[in-house]
């Protein structure tokens, strides 16, 4: 899998755990869901931002080094200034 695939990918993933996040705390929040379902409707809403933060936070994380690794690699005169503080030290 290539690089461009696999950061739309976890774009793609970043955005439905942001829709999970929003949909739990409707759920919890303003729907009737938790009055009218009992502990089943709060085990629903807590599930959706459950599932929302595991799909959002470690792709962001993960995602964001992708992005600083790609703009390294593009930068070559960051690597020239690396190579001149190597052989200063």
Do not use: W
Not at 6 to 25: M, N, R, T
Not at 68 to 73: C, Q, S
């Amino acid at each position: 899998m290539n690089e461009d695939k696999q950061i739309l990918y976890l774009k793609i993933s970043i955005v439905l755990g942001l829709i999970l996040l929003i949909v739990g705390h409707y759920i919890l929040s303003y729907s009737e869901l938790p009055q009218t379902m009992g502990i089943q409707g709060l085990i629903l809403g807590g599930a959706c931002m459950a599932f929302g933060i595991i799909f959002s936070l470690p792709t962001k994380m993960y995602l964001t080094f992708l992005l600083v690794k790609r703009e390294t690699d593009k930068a070559p005169h960051l690597a020239n200034i690396k190579k001149l503080n190597k052989k200063e030290k």
